[in-house]
């Protein structure tokens, strides 16, 4: 008698695992617009009843937990991301971390809760309306070739899905958007300009947080001056980056532990793997921190959003205003630094 292969017969748990995330992956936008309605109503909700705002906050960050959730598959699996792959999976706990610190009284995060509302009023309407979205990649991709031009390189920027009678990589739109270039063997080598390559999510998390914090409003616009058009414009060096890198294939080092690294058949997507997922993801967290840093100098009532987020994470108090020097101020009002 033939034993049949229990492997062949029994699932692979990593397998059903994987496959788990990508069905859980399905849900992640209509459970976007639920996130944000919930955060927007607790924001509400805090003005006049906070006693139900509480209970509607801490729904809200268990939900926000819930759509990470969905997006692990693909930030860790589509995307093959480190960075956000690890982010993604370390924001499942620590937004159920937030929701019951909140449920056990610690109020400051309300305002944590206001600025993931402002986030979310930011990035659904360009994500949900084709004029704004499209208005967006579009004028993103006319700098950044404006850029590339300026250095010497002179690709073919192209609208449609496809060319030369190839469906043009992971595209999902029929945009101006999309960067032509051609490698030495005359092979056609396509950058396409997403929303995610925008500048949008980080600049939604600042806008977010200035936005959510009591403060006077001349000392927003200095912190809103001093984050936001810097994240913009460095996110369009960091497109130069990338489609330079890709599209002339500088970046073609250690091909063999890059494409298994990040599971790569195609040797010539090395270069877009180091100049995206290896050097502009790891330095964008670098560059992150130093706007945050230039926002807490022109409003230190973020730095006790920071501390929450901190606490969120770690579950130990730390002090940063002490640290940087800065006067003792709070997010939801306090005392000022009287300079206005």
């Known amino acids: 008698m033939v034993r ?38 607790a924001a509400v909700l805090e003005a006049d009843d906070r006693p139900w705002a509480r209970h509607v906050a801490v729904g809200a960050w268990v939900l926000f937990g819930v759509f990470w959730l969905t997006l692990i598959h693909h930030f860790a699996f589509v995307q093959k991301s480190l960075v956000e792959g690890v982010l993604t999976v370390v924001a499942v706990p620590a937004c159920l971390s937030a929701g019951a610190l909140l ?3 610690r109020d400051s995060l309300f305002v944590l809760t206001r600025s993931v509302a402002v986030m979310g009023l930011i990035v659904l309407p360009f994500e949900a309306v084709p004029f704004l979205r499209r208005t967006l990649i579009e004028t993103v991709t006319a700098q950044t070739e404006l850029l590339i031009n300026l250095l010497g390189y002179h690709p073919e ?16 739109y029929p945009y101006h958007s999309t960067f032509l270039f051609y490698s030495e063997s005359g092979d056609p080598l396509t950058l396409t300009i997403k929303l995610a390559c925008t500048g949008l999510g980080s600049i939604a998390i600042f806008a977010g947080l200035i936005a959510a914090v009591d403060a006077p409003l ?12 810097v994240i913009y414009g460095l996110n369009l060096v960091r497109n130069v980056f990338i489609a330079v890198g890709f599209g002339t294939q500088q970046l073609h080092v250690f091909p063999d532990l890059v494409m298994t690294l990040f599971a790569v058949e195609s040797r010539v997507m090395v270069s877009y793997y180091v100049a995206d997922r290896m050097i502009a993801q790891t330095l964008s967290v670098f560059v992150l921190v130093g706007i945050t840093w230039l926002v807490v100098r022109q409003l230190p009532e973020v730095l006790t959003v920071v501390e929450d987020a901190l606490y969120v994470l770690t579950r130990t108090e730390y002090d940063l205003e002490g640290a940087m020097g800065a006067p003792e101020v709070r997010a939801d009002g306090g005392p000022d630094r009287g300079d206005d």
């Not at 920027?157 to 999902?172: D, L, N, Q």
């Not at 001349?218 to 058009?229: C, D, E, M, W």
């Open 4 to 41: 049949p292969d229990l492997r062949s017969v029994v699932p692979d748990p990593l397998t059903t695992g994987i496959e788990l995330l990508a069905a859980l992956g399905e849900a992640s936008d209509p459970l976007a617009w639920v996130v944000v309605a919930v955060f927007l109503a």
């Open 103 to 105: 449920w056990r009284g």
């Open 157 to 172: 920027v192209v609208a449609g899905t496809t060319i030369e009678g190839w469906g043009i990589p992971a595209k999902e």
């Open 218 to 229: 001349s000392r927003k616009l200095r912190a809103f001056a001093v984050s936001v058009p």
